[in-house]
């Protein structure tokens, strides 16, 4: 079974990449373009995970996160935070957002895979 | 000196015919777009005299050149039995007024010897190969050299 | 990584986006139009460039971007105040950004010169702090396999808190996660399942596993497993040979006193919270009705081939409709037949389908006023003068080709004035203006052309010094009688510039005449007025699309012809009395008391001679830049109608006095004719520039 992913990104570049690794990995991708048009696609796209930006527009990354975590859809999901800090205080802001874990920009496509899989279970 | 014609089925290049100033010539087939018959041009100002002036090919703006004036012979009377040879030079479209246009002719590659050099008039160099026709021969048309990039302008 | 060409180049296309909004960003910032959103917009865009930079390795951008951010985080945290000196340094640091984007796109090496002190100067704002380079370690998860050797067996014991299942976490997932590493043996612990149900807590967790593993060399692997969660439980790991359990620091859970209710007490983040200024209240924050309108105003990437497609195939349709048109009034057919109304709805809508499709093609010139900006601030430096520049207009919307076209011209036109119009602070202070400088770029839209100005506050043009070098460089004869306008169009000839030695700006041998040719080469036009002591303005008049055209259809020596009509000022069907002869066979027209040269299209477009007289023919009152006015000698006219044009570069070439050909509803092309172009090269105007040159519109670009 192929899971799904939701990728949350501002960056067009990062959205592509993410895409990429992700689709070669065998998952199937939907991409939002900010925090507001994630939350929005979270709703209906029945995501097994979600992958989101920390830094966007309109609504940031901890905010997809709490609306996610305080929702009545799938809250459970697990949450990967895409970031380009890897500061303590990062994580425990993602952590108390309701965060799953963090993936560091640049990541690496295995990787990126490998947890993907394991929060999956695939 | 060659294969039998057989032997190269496979490879064949295809020419198609044409008469230009009273001699036989040809074009190979992929340089050519279409083929019609001649219609009325739009005079350019300031042009040289092999070229007639510009048609509307389909919305383009398509010149339109005395294929024969070019090769050194007399121009050509343009009548509505002359043929306009819609050719690709390159990146451009160019169309060739000829007197008219035969046939396909299919020959394997190396039929087509090169033009012996004895002489260094237009026509000559226009034609770096000849294919033997029967008792006869035409001559291929080499449009790059006959028609280099008029491309004064860079921008 | 993923390093494909095609990302690398959606790369570069989004860092344009980026650099785009960035310079908009730190625009808004120094004009003070700046609120929250706009620092975080800024913030955002080179946040966006490192984060995508980092995934191609560039690292010079990388690293550059990464101090950038690091301000901007401040400025944003209310912790740096945005004055005009920081402000300064973020608009070089844009630049250099900028440079950077460019010189990885082009795969040359930054320009460490250039780089190295916006750097410093960053970096000064930040304080001891500096930048922190451990942040941007690439955070690899290297697992070591170096030495096969006897499997290890590992005892493993998981209690995972409350928090680990509100983060998205399952038990079940990191057992399998276990399971794949090697053998395993699972044991789940009830007993902290409490015995009653009151007081239990559904969303926390009561079981606890025991798992034996046997496999992994280390216990990286099974560390990894935890990776996230190490905090969120009670985990335990060890060797069962060496008994040695490996120390997982569990500070997280014992610090956090919110934890007991996660979700329910993190109130909803909004970013922009964060920047907690003491300031006064600020004007309120944009409605975010307003941000939801941006947020639909998506836009669509689409190969810019297909709408030259749907140009194309529009411009088609028009010159159908006009075929149609034509053939039914041949038709002889009754007036009142409902034909002709459905015609007419036909045309409307086929206009309106145009309309649509060069909209598609429209931008607005702001990107490239705002480039302008860094060209004026390098310029203005490079010259040690103090020169503002005010654009107005940004909004207006030409043909994205016009946009692209007009940066040189512009550009040079911007160092120019900065360079030789606008005076050193002492001389200004001298003349008693302002010791800065002010150089306006204003773009408007006006009757179906786009006019871009540029205007500044300098010395004016010295007119007898710009005659003095033109006769020096044998521009003009040396007893020339020129018009002030005359003189200031000598700027435009080839071959001809007014800096009297090269400067670093000026240095790039181009002149004005190259700028000229562009903008004519854009079916544009440009002129000049300029008042001594007061300043000069060079306004700029191009279509509003390269597409279509106005046109007058006129006969010429048996031919159909096209002329502009914005060049046009009038027609005229000359009398006896108009004319006034002058040697042989030339005529001047008399027109309000003034004397206007007669130009014979036929005769500059080498066509037979008309051999009609003067008095049956139409002339057309033509305004150019180089010779004032002029009158056009035409057999007739015909009609005025929007023509669609075509160039004529792609199959045949340039010719001398025509910009293009269009196609009639005969379906027979019809040349454009370029006004200007055979002015220019009418002998008995313009000594110098006349027909000894092959070519009098060649581009020399």
């Given amino acids: ?122 | 000196m060659s294969l039998p014609e057989e032997a190269n089925q496979s490879k064949q290049l295809e020419f198609v015919t044409l008469v230009a100033g009273g001699q036989n010539f040809c074009i190979e087939i992929t340089q050519i777009r279409e083929i019609r018959r001649w219609s009325p041009v739009t005079i350019l100002p300031h042009s040289p005299s092999h070229v007639l002036g510009v048609i509307n090919l389909r919305g383009a703006v398509i010149p339109i050149i005395d294929l024969a004036e070019k090769l050194g012979f007399a121009k050509i009377e343009p009548s509505e039995r002359h043929v306009i040879i819609i050719s690709a030079i390159e990146e451009r479209i160019v169309g060739l007024l000829v007197e008219s246009v035969s046939e396909i002719l299919g020959v394997s590659p190396d039929m087509v010897r090169e033009t012996p050099r004895n002489s260094e008039d237009p026509t000559t160099r226009a034609t770096p190969g000849i294919i033997p026709v029967g008792d006869d021969m035409t001559k291929v048309i080499n449009l790059a050299a006959l028609l280099p990039d008029q491309g004064q302008v860079a921008a | 990584m993923m390093t494909d060409g095609s990302i690398l180049d959606a790369f570069f296309e989004e860092c344009e986006d980026l650099l785009v909004a960035l310079t908009e960003g730190l625009s808004d910032m120094r004009d003070g139009q700046a609120d929250d959103e706009t620092v975080n917009a800024v913030f955002r865009a080179v946040h966006s460039i490192k984060g995508a930079a980092g995934a191609f390795s560039l690292e010079d951008l990388v690293g550059f971007a990464h101090t950038f951010e690091t301000v901007l985080d401040e400025v944003r945290g209310g912790r740096l105040d945005a004055d005009e000196n920081l402000l300064r340094v973020l608009q070089r640091a844009g630049d250099v950004l900028s440079d950077l984007v460019d010189a990885a796109r082009n795969d040359t090496p930054a320009d460490q010169d250039q780089v190295a002190p916006v750097l410093d100067d960053l970096k000064s704002f930040l304080g001891d702090e500096g930048v922190v380079e451990e942040e941007f370690v690439f955070e690899a998860l290297t697992l070591s396999f170096d030495e096969p050797a006897a499997p290890n067996r590992y005892h493993v014991t998981f209690s995972p808190g409350k928090e680990f299942y509100a983060t998205g976490n399952d038990p079940l997932l990191i057992i399998r996660a276990l399971q794949e590493l090697g053998n395993t043996t699972v044991e789940i612990d009830t007993s902290g399942i409490p015995d009653t149900f009151e007081g239990y807590d559904w969303a926390s967790g009561y079981l606890s596993w025991k798992i034996d593993l046997e496999g992994p060399q280390n216990d990286l692997p099974i560390l990894e497993v935890f990776q996230f969660v190490e905090d969120l439980c009670d985990l335990k790991v060890s060797n069962i040979e060496t008994d040695d359990p490996a120390d997982i620091p569990v500070p997280f859970i014992a610090d956090e006193p919110e934890q007991v209710e996660p979700s329910d007490t993190v109130a909803p983040i909004e970013i922009a919270s964060e920047a907690t200024t003491p300031e006064p209240p600020k004007p309120q924050k944009k409605p975010t009705t307003e941000k939801q309108a941006k947020r639909s105003n998506a836009t669509l990437r689409v190969d810019p081939e297909r709408v030259d497609r749907l140009i194309n195939a529009v411009g088609e349709l028009i010159i159908n409709q006009s075929v149609i048109s034509q053939r039914l009034e041949e038709a002889a057919l009754p007036n009142s037949s409902d034909l002709f109304a459905d015609l007419d709805d036909y045309k409307l809508l086929a206009r309106e389908i145009q309309e649509g499709v060069m909209a598609i093609r429209a931008q607005p010139v702001k990107p490239l006023f705002q480039r302008m900006m860094r060209i004026a601030r390098e310029a203005a430096d490079a010259t040690s003068k103090d020169v503002t520049l005010l654009t107005e207009g940004e909004g207006t919307e030409v043909d994205k080709i016009v946009v692209e076209r007009l940066a040189d011209p512009l550009t040079h036109m911007i160092r120019n004035a900065i360079d030789h119009g606008i005076e050193t602070p002492d001389d200004r202070e001298a003349a008693g203006k302002k010791r800065d400088g002010v150089l306006r770029l204003t773009a408007s839209q006006r009757s179906g052309s786009i006019v871009i100005e540029i205007i500044d506050d300098g010395a004016g043009l010295n007119r007898p010094r710009i005659k003095e070098i033109a006769i020096e460089k044998g521009v003009i004869a040396p007893d020339a009688q020129l018009s002030d306008q005359e003189i200031d169009h000598l700027l435009f000839a080839p071959g001809f510039s007014t800096a009297k030695e090269v400067t670093n700006l000026s240095g790039r041998g181009v002149g004005m005449d190259v700028v000229k040719t562009a903008i004519t080469a854009l079916g544009g036009r440009i002129a000049i007025s300029s008042v001594r002591g007061e300043g000069t303005t060079f306004s700029i008049t191009l279509p509003l699309t390269l597409a279509v055209m106005d046109g007058m259809i006129i006969f010429v020596g048996g031919q159909t012809m096209v002329v502009p009509i914005t060049s046009i000022l009038e027609t005229i069907r000359p009398t006896d009395a108009d004319l006034s002869p002058i040697g042989l066979s030339s005529h001047l027209l008399r027109i309000r008391g003034d004397y206007v040269p007669i130009i014979d299209l036929a005769d500059r477009l080498g066509t037979p001679p008309c051999k009609k007289a003067l008095t049956d023919r139409v002339l057309l009152l033509i305004q150019t830049e180089t010779v004032a006015q002029c009158a056009l000698v035409v057999d007739d006219i015909f009609d005025q109608r929007q023509v669609v044009v075509k160039s004529m570069q792609g199959n045949y070439g340039e010719i001398a006095g025509i910009s293009g050909a269009t196609i009639l509803g005969d379906g027979k092309i019809a040349l454009i004719i370029d006004p200007e172009a055979i002015a220019a090269s009418a002998p008995s105007l313009q000594g110098q520039n006349a027909m000894q040159q092959e070519d009098p519109i060649h581009v020399t670009s």
Avoid at chain 1, 37 to 43: A, E, H, L, N, S
Wanted: without cysteine; proline residues 2%; negative net charge.
């Fill in chain 1, 1 to 122: 079974m192929s899971a799904h992913i939701l990728a949350i990104d501002d960056s067009r570049t990062i959205r592509t990449l993410l895409t990429v690794a992700l689709e070669n990995a065998g998952f199937t991708v939907t991409t939002a373009v900010d925090g507001v048009d994630g939350v929005d696609k979270f709703q209906d796209a029945q995501a097994d995970l979600v992958i989101t930006d920390v830094n966007m527009p309109n609504k940031d990354g901890f905010g997809v996160i709490e609306d996610i975590r305080s929702g009545d859809v799938n809250r459970a999901v697990p949450v990967l935070v895409l970031t380009t800090e890897s500061g303590a205080a990062l994580k425990e802001r993602a952590r108390k957002a309701g965060a799953t874990g963090w993936i560091v920009k640049p990541f690496d496509d295995a990787s990126l895979v490998s947890v993907i899989k394991r929060l999956t279970g695939t």
